[in-house]
């Protein structure tokens, strides 16, 4: 067949198994339903404390008709990391979709920040998914099939005011997303970040209550809005799928313009 002729590849991801972490809450639920509605069965983490929400993305993902698993993560613990991962493999046998998504951020001037607030962010953001990357690959790289997205940010290329750790984490995501792909390429494995303005979420709903900064972060988006949920999944969902299979080490922007001024 001629190339022009080839089928469009598909950007479902029917029947494969993708793990969300930090899927009780924002985002990360909005990634696992939008992974769900693309076909795939979910295992749905968050920390233990948050397992109540975790059990409510897990109910709506069984609703739309896909297998699911609720387990508990603490990102920066390698104890925990191991357990979910052994968990994950006893039900579904394989992880093929990693989606890095648990991230903090703890607001504060540059001069304010101290080494427990540096830590704590340094250790979920970063560390954090680094260590799920490492977890999860050794069972991708035996199959020689993967696709790794991190939850980086906007702030991971770009600074912003009062972020001194968050940006520093999020500028790690996306140079560790590009080390990861390289390393293991060879296995077939795709590692992408994806890289979102400031989205309504529990994170940022009291950042919004202010309306000065609601018009500051308004007035750098071109596109003229926040993002949404479902703008950040849509992008997971692509780089999961096979439509992106040549794709590995990109950070996907998804900020309405913000970088490109
Ligand atoms: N909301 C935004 O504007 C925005 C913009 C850019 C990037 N992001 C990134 O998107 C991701 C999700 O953010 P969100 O806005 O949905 O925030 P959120 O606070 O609603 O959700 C974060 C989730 O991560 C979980 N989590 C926190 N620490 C954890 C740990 N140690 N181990 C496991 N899970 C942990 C929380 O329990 C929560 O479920 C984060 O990485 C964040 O940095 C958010």
């Avoid at 979920?124 to 490492?134: A, I, R, T, Y």
């Avoid at 702030?155 to 140079?175: L, Q, T």
């Avoid at 922007?253 to 913000?258: I, P």
Wanted: net charge positive.
């Amino acid at each position: 067949m001629a190339s022009h002729d080839a089928p469009l590849p598909s950007m479902r991801v029917d029947g494969r198994v993708a793990l969300v972490t930090g899927a009780g809450s924002g985002l990360g639920c909005s990634i696992a339903l939008a992974l769900a509605q693309a076909g795939a069965n979910l295992v749905v983490t968050d920390l233990p404390a948050r397992m109540a929400n975790a059990r409510q993305t897990l109910r709506r993902v069984r609703d739309l008709g896909r297998e699911c698993l609720a387990v508990s993560l603490n990102v920066t613990s390698l104890k925990s990391i191991e357990r979910m991962v052994e968990k994950s493999i006893r039900r579904f046998g394989r992880i093929d979709i990693l989606v890095n998504n648990a991230g903090i951020n703890i607001s504060k001037p540059a001069l304010e920040v101290t080494e427990q607030d540096w830590d704590q962010v340094l250790d979920v953001n970063l560390k954090g998914v680094f260590f799920c990357s490492q977890a999860v690959a050794r069972g991708m790289i035996q199959r020689k099939s993967g696709k790794i997205v991190n939850i980086a940010s906007q702030n991971g290329v770009i600074g912003y005011y009062n972020r001194a750790a968050y940006c520093s984490s999020k500028a790690g995501v996306v140079n560790l997303t590009r080390v990861l792909a390289i390393e293991w390429a060879e296995r077939n494995i795709n590692v992408n970040a994806v890289g979102p303005t400031f989205v309504r979420t529990p994170l940022t709903e009291k950042l919004f209550q202010d309306e000065s900064f609601s018009r500051e972060v308004l007035r750098r988006i071109p596109l003229g809005r926040l993002g949404k949920p479902e703008d950040v999944a849509g992008a997971v969902v692509f780089l999961s799928s096979q439509a992106a299979d040549l794709i590995t080490g990109h950070t996907l922007l998804v900020d309405g313009g913000w970088t490109a001024i």
